[in-house]
């Protein structure tokens, strides 16, 4: 079964703090890997999407990586900011026959104080 | 601003009826989603439509209906056979020109609507 695992499931560090939120998934036959802000009670912003073929991809003080034959992606947050409190969900578009199944995770919700 | 508009943010329903989630987006994409998500558990998709008057059954799509006669909208009838329609839905929008690239571009969300039913 093709599934998607966040862990921790809440983070809670003190503002300037580099952290790493990680992504794991059941099947390394992906097609990509997305990586998702959301605000409590709002919709989904996408962060970063990084294809089967790339490592990782950047984007300002965000950093996803991606090692398929672990099963695992990390997003690394450089000088975490009270901004940066959301949850933060991890999506693998796994590659199923001829088509492909969007899986999600069930998030991490990062508080950062000040 | 391109974007997608979800309406209404709140919406509280009786049992037993009908009720309609709309969802348009100015963003020019073919493809529309939408998902519902609930507490403790990932996102899971309701319906999709890759293209106008063309749409197909997500995961969890008994208890939904869709049309999507224009290419900006893509509304969701959440029906009274809905056992459990309490939740918060969201709409999303791909940019799929070309067969393939609808999968690797990254998804839109909008807002989101929270639907209560009592």
């Known amino acids: 079964k093709q599934e998607v695992t966040q862990i921790p499931a809440a983070l809670s560090v003190p503002e300037g703090e580099n952290l790493v939120l990680n992504c794991s998934f059941t099947?390394?036959?992906?097609?990509?890997l997305q990586w998702f802000r959301q605000d409590p009670g709002k919709g989904l912003t996408s962060l970063l999407l990084i294809q089967s073929s790339q490592r990782e991809q950047t984007s300002g003080r965000l950093n996803a990586s991606l090692d398929k034959s672990s099963g695992r992606s990390t997003l690394y947050i450089a000088a975490s900011q009270p901004g940066d409190s959301a949850t933060y969900l991890c999506?693998?578009?796994?590659?199923?026959?001829?088509?492909?199944?969007?899986?999600w995770g069930l998030g991490t919700s990062l508080a950062v104080n000040p | 601003d391109g974007g997608i508009t979800q309406s209404p943010k709140y919406l509280f329903r009786k049992e037993g009826q009908n009720v309609t989630l709309s969802c348009e987006q100015n963003?020019?994409?073919?493809?529309m989603y939408w998902y519902r998500q609930d507490p403790g558990q990932g996102l899971r998709l309701i319906y999709y439509s890759q293209i106008v008057n063309d749409f197909q059954k997500g995961d969890i799509a008994e208890g939904y209906s869709v049309s999507r006669e224009k290419k900006e909208s893509f509304p969701l009838t959440v029906t009274s056979a809905q056992k459990n329609p309490t939740a918060f839905y969201l709409c999303?929008?791909?940019?799929?020109?070309?067969?393939?690239?609808?999968?690797?571009?990254?998804?839109?969300f909008g807002n989101g609507t929270r639907l209560t039913v009592t």
């Open positions: 999303a929008s791909t940019d799929s020109r070309g067969r393939a690239s609808s999968y690797n571009s990254p998804l839109h």
């Open positions: 099947d390394s036959a992906i097609y990509n």
């Open positions: 999506a693998v578009t796994f590659n199923a026959g001829n088509n492909r199944k969007l899986i």
């Open positions: 963003l020019n994409h073919d493809a």
